[in-house]
T-cell receptor, first 113, second 114 residues
Framework: DTEVTQTPKHLVMGMTNKKSLKCEQH?????MYWYKQKAKKPPELMFV???????INESVPSRFSPECPNSSLLNLHLHALQPEDSALYLC????????????FGPGTRLTVT | AQSVTQPDIHITVSEGASLELRCNYS??????LFWYVQSPGQGLQLLLK??????LVQGIKGFEAEFKRSQSSFNLRKPSVHWSDAAEYFC????????????FGGGTRLMVKP
């Protein structure tokens, strides 16, 4: 299994809602990532989890809250988002130490109304 | 700071023609370089990678890339383009010692004419 899965595929939420994005991989990878991608732009790194510990937070606003319950799962909890947070949210994973290639999921298209 | 530049925002080629997408990097040591492809509304798929060794690397879908240290380049090539190759292509470089930060170029959108 060489797949990273993400649910839901699409999400529409109001600015007062709370929702979560889910990412799962069963490749035995120990590093997982959240990226944000706006239209016609490259992905921007948000968070990195390494061995279930948050290792990088790229100064992301607190309305985005990541969680890594175990080595296969990564969640992104969303609360009080702004319309400018509408984007494609990509999850990725990599083996961990000394392995640099990242494998991406299909993304969740988020629209904040 | 490490960075990667893709000089061409859009490229259009005819089906069956050859393709070269340019990527230039800025990095002091030997870089770890990647090419990814993204179809509309989809995630990124890894095409190929360069870490060390042979400077001509083969990837999936008939793509190859050549690392040229003297030119700080890692250009992607394909001898004969298929209509299904139309997509956005990103060059990326690892930018920290832990190997878990990728910096992406701005991307090149490839259009294929029938």
């Amino acid at each position: 299994d060489t797949e990273v899965t993400q649910t839901p595929k699409h999400l529409v939420m109001g600015m007062t809602n709370k929702k979560s994005l889910k990412c799962e991989q069963h490749m035995g990878h120990r590093a997982m990532y959240w990226y944000k991608q706006k239209a016609k732009k490259p992905p921007e790194l948000m968070f990195v989890y390494s061995y279930e510990k948050l290792s990088i937070n790229e100064s992301v606003p607190s309305r985005f809250s990541p969680e890594c319950p175990n080595s296969s799962l990564l969640n992104l909890h969303l609360h009080a988002l702004q319309p400018e947070d509408s984007a494609l949210y990509l999850c990725a994973s990599s083996q961990g130490r000394n392995s640099y290639e990242q494998y991406f999921g299909p993304g969740t298209r988020l629209t904040v109304t | 700071a490490q960075s990667v530049t893709q000089p061409d925002i859009h490229i259009t080629v005819s089906e069956g023609a050859s393709l070269e997408l340019r990527c230039n990097y800025s990095y002091g040591a030997t870089p770890y370089l990647f090419w990814y492809v993204q179809s509309p509304g989809q995630g990124l798929q890894l095409l190929l990678k360069y870490f060390s060794g042979d400077t001509l690397v083969q990837g999936i879908k008939g793509f190859e890339a050549e690392f040229k240290r003297s030119q700080s380049s890692f250009n992607l090539r394909k001898p004969s383009v298929h209509w299904s190759d139309a997509a956005e292509y990103f060059c990326a470089v690892v930018t920290n010692n832990a190997g878990n930060m990728l910096t992406f170029g701005g991307g090149t959108r490839l259009m294929v004419k029938p």
